[in-house]
């Protein structure tokens, strides 16, 4: 059985060809189909489904029409579960797509942006056809639209080994230059965190950001969307393009694996760009009294998902781990994405779907519990027992 799904109302979806021989039925808003015999892991086959629809809203605003300045913006916000309100998918974050393309046709008065890298460009009759296409896999909360009277600006950000890549912003015209202003610090950050976390995991296509109606930020996968340009939303999302982006949970109950790296990562930029003391202040300003585990039991609204104890409880659980294992074994596991593996290991359950096959350097863990992290508060982590995590 091999699921599709997608929002059924007002909606038609059909498959339209096929190579091998299918049955399929539509009961609500899952598409099934029987395959005519059991496949091998790893074979291939071709399934099509013609589909078209009302892009429906719902959670954050999974697909929004706006204005500003009387200019049309609109743009996707699927994240957790709403990507199936405006694309028949396998709607989960456990089975990634290798690649997407996105072809977006609008009035050529207006940008149409997505994942990946622009292929092509085609005009006709007053409209615009924006041709996307991503080739590295990509869970479906990921794929962005986002469509607007965009100015563009940017540069080619240059990695150490040479490798030169496009980073690019799309703006509304009437906040360009505060844009221009804000967000100089974009290579700053980016260079940052290929020194914390290893280089940057879609270099070969592109990092960007377009402005978006939402007031906060999502990491879409090489193109956030932005409501503001301020140095914590900016590199908190990019923080999330290696964890969120490029190892992502495997269920929404772990959450804060996304969320308390994306939190960590402004505060360590922080602690880059300045010094120890306002990294320390940061991290004061996310301790406040967090209700309950930072492991998400009720995954039914985005309201008890994204709740603050999975970004800042998420978030000190690191800075614990850190002063525990040591500043040098903590970033030479971030730079292999190891850390959440030995979170991982220590867990009940497995939590994410990809982990890096690096190995975590052999060394005590004593006294650092993560299901003492996730279960109880953070101060229970610490191996004296109350003492607040200095590094
Ligand atoms: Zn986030």
Redo the contacts with the bound molecule.
Sequence with gaps: MFLIEFYAENHYASIISFIFTFDFARSGNVLSLNLARAYQRGEKFRVSVNYRGNPQDGGFGAFTFNTHNGAPIIASLSEPYYARLWWPCKDTPVDKADSVQIDLTVPDNLTAVSNGKLESVRSLSGWKTFSWKTRYPITTYLVSVAVSNYAEFGETFTFLDGTRMPLVHYVYPERLGDAQFQLADTPDMLEFFNRAFGDYPFKKEKYGHAQFAWGGGM?HQTITSLGGFSDGLVS?ELA?QWFGDLITMKSWQDIWL??GF?SYGEALFVEDRFDKAAYRNYMSRMDHPYSGSVFVRDTTSVGSIFNTTVYHKGAWVLHTLRHVIGDATFFSCCAATSLIRVIALAAPRPMISKISRNKFPARSLAGFSSNGCIAKGVRSCFTDGNKRARN
């Design positions: 990491e908190h999330h996304n969320e994306a």
